[in-house]
């Protein structure tokens, strides 16, 4: 089901492989200045974001997330600037670039790090970025059961509806165990998946953790697995999924296999547990805002 706020003519012309391969050819280019801003309102976040890439260009965008509201809990705006003379490009849909980016980031490590043969795929949280997820996934895996799982189980249930071969589930721990891969976008502050429900073989996708307090899964997760990230500079030092353990001495930098500037060390061997942080980094929104310019003509 494509939201809304997505014109018919963009679906059509944009593609979840080929955004996949921008992304990664964006990454043949120069590294990315990169720069974050946070202001916070407990419980209420600006997170502003901007890249520069030579070669590719300039992107700033600006996203409010109020958890707490009663209709959509996230907002902003991206703006695109010319590489050559720093002219203002195009003001781009905040949803439209965040639906393809967000998705697409954690599609790219998946194309490289799922198991052969995935044929289960479970999707932790059915809040915003549940259905992007469902789009990408689906497009890259075919003839997999998708189940959803989230805490108000009726939202899991609505999600489910909306999509085929997906079906909500309540045991997260039974969901977690049955997965070849598992994809979790929560706004959750402590651990919802515990190291010990994982098995060999597995690819962990974790999304939602943005903030240097918000966590997904536990050390022992971070301890039996082969870590990967989008983007050292962006995860490392910035969420708690990976600073907490590293600030505690759980883990080291040295854990972390490769970011995206190292796609060459993106393997796995067949028992393998490979778990991939998507810290979201404004390069991955100007390589987007790049593949949507150049693949849709309105």
Not at 14 to 28: C, N, V, Y
Not at 118 to 135: K, M
Not at 191 to 208: C, E, F, S, T
Request: proline content about 6%; aromatic content about 8%; overall charge negative.
């Amino acid at each position: 089901m494509t939201p809304a706020f997505i014109p018919p003519e963009a679906a059509q012309q944009l593609d979840w492989i080929a955004l996949t391969d921008a992304i990664a050819a964006g990454h043949d280019l120069p590294r990315a200045k990169v720069a974050d801003t946070f202001l916070y309102r407990d419980p209420d976040t600006l997170l502003s974001r901007s890249a520069w890439i030579d070669g590719l260009g300039i992107v700033v965008k600006s996203a409010t997330i109020f958890p707490e509201n009663a209709g959509p809990s996230i907002g902003g705006a991206v703006s695109l600037f010319s590489d050559e003379d720093g002219a203002l490009e195009a003001i781009l849909d905040f949803h439209l670039v965040t639906y393809w980016k967000t998705a697409g980031d954690s599609l790219l490590a998946a194309r490289r790090l799922a198991p052969p043969g995935v044929s289960r795929i479970l999707i932790v949280g059915a809040g915003t970025v549940a259905g992007s997820l469902r789009a990408a996934y689906g497009a890259a895996f075919s003839e997999v059961q998708f189940e959803v799982w989230n805490r108000t189980h009726a939202k899991a249930k609505a999600l489910a509806a909306e999509h085929p071969d997906t079906v909500a589930v309540e045991d997260l721990e039974q969901a977690v165990g049955r997965a070849d891969i598992i994809t979790s976008a929560t706004m959750s502050t402590d651990p919802v998946i515990q190291g010990a429900w994982l098995r060999p073989g597995q690819h962990i996708d974790l999304i939602g953790a943005y903030r240097p307090d918000m966590r997904e899964v536990d050390d022992t997760a971070l301890t039996r697995t082969r870590v990967f990230v989008d983007s050292r500079e962006t995860t490392l030092g910035h969420i708690g999924e990976l600073k907490i353990p590293l600030e505690a001495g759980v883990i080291s930098p040295d854990h972390v296999v490769a970011d995206y500037y190292e796609l060459e060390k993106f393997t796995r061997a067949p028992d393998d547990i490979t778990l991939f942080k998507n810290g979201g980094g404004a390069h991955l929104d100007l390589m987007t805002c790049k593949y949507i310019q150049s693949a849709w003509t309105p």
